[in-house]
């Protein structure tokens, strides 16, 4: 017995959907694939009449997916991804050029990979790199990327995640400011310090409260200042401002030139761990796996 042909939906139509799904606008979704109005809505009505359902509720500016559309788009994205990423991968092939895409959160992009991609590019001439640095977390981004990196626990992911350290956490601040300090420095003097804070995205990130929760300490005075940037909370803490929480890589090479001192004899010693996010798809760019590897080595 022979299996029966796939009965597949217009393929025309899944990229319009898609970009009306994600609009809640054919309009807009028409001007991003440059089409007109009427021919996205078409598509659609193709997409729905084989489906034999509504995947749109139809409003006067407007549209809202259905149920339906959320099943669909579940399958549609990730198959329009591949797509994508193989056509990609073909053109560079047939150009006789490749490149990498690198995501990585910006404190990473600084300590990690800002002195990798020079010795990788001059072992690839022809490669293009590409390096995207962002606040914000990998699993929120839209962007496409080869290889993902940021702080992470083992929480539940769209993305391969591949640990490459774990990451421990300790006060730092300007030398200055140390001299000024007890010796030693217990963990309740630590809590009466000015303590710079970070309002990290990620909710999985080790802050102060996590340190001390640690050493059983669990109320804390009232932040002395708040960033949304971790960089920013180091510049201010060189500036003698206060203490600040630094991450062991993306704070090393302050502490090696001096303008920021550890805090001895107090850690978290497993504030996070160093995760690569891989996406999760069957063409696989052939430098990921290379450029991890001498990641590794650095660290």
């Not at 992470?152 to 391969?160: A, K, M, T, V």
């Not at 421990?168 to 310090?193: G, H, I, R, Y």
């Not at 960033?227 to 090479?253: I, P």
């Not at 302050?254 to 805090?263: A, H, N, S, Y």
Request: with cysteine; hydrophobic share 40%; aromatic share 8%.
């Amino acid at each position: 017995m022979t299996d029966s042909p796939r009965r597949l939906p217009p393929l025309a139509a899944l990229e319009p959907f898609e970009a009306a799904f994600r609009h809640r606008n054919f309009t807009r979704a028409a001007e991003e694939l440059h089409l007109s109005q009427a021919s996205v809505s078409r598509r659609i009505r193709e997409l729905e009449t084989d489906l034999g359902l509504r995947l749109f509720d139809r409003h006067r500016y407007d549209v809202t997916p259905t149920a339906d559309a959320e099943l669909l788009i579940a399958a549609v994205r990730p198959a329009l991804r591949e797509l994508s990423a193989a056509s990609a991968l073909l053109r560079e092939r047939a150009a006789g050029t490749t490149s990498l895409t690198i995501f990585s959160d910006l404190s990473l992009s600084s300590a990690l990979v800002a002195p990798l991609v020079g010795t990788y590019q001059r072992r690839h001439p022809k490669l293009k790199i590409r390096v995207l640095s962002s606040f914000e977390p990998i699993e929120a981004t839209t962007e496409e990327f080869d290889i993902g990196l940021q702080y992470g626990r083992d929480e539940p992911s769209p993305h391969l995640v591949e640990t490459i350290a774990t990451e421990a956490a300790f006060p730092v601040c300007s030398p200055a400011f140390a001299e000024k300090l007890p010796d030693p420095v217990s963990p309740s003097d630590l809590a009466q310090l000015p303590l710079l804070h970070v309002d990290y995205d990620n909710a999985t990130w080790a802050t102060w409260s996590s340190l001390f929760a640690s050493f059983g300490i669990e109320e804390l005075a009232e932040p002395h200042m708040t960033f949304t940037s971790y960089l920013v909370s180091l510049d201010v803490a060189e500036k003698g401002e206060g203490v600040t929480l630094g991450w062991e890589r993306t704070v090393q090479h302050r502490l090696d030139v001096g303008t920021l001192v550890r805090i001895p004899n107090i850690t978290l010693p497993n504030a996070g761990k160093l995760q690569a996010h891989l996406p999760k798809r069957a063409t696989t760019n052939p430098h990921t796996r290379e450029f991890l590897d001498l990641l590794k080595q650095a660290i």
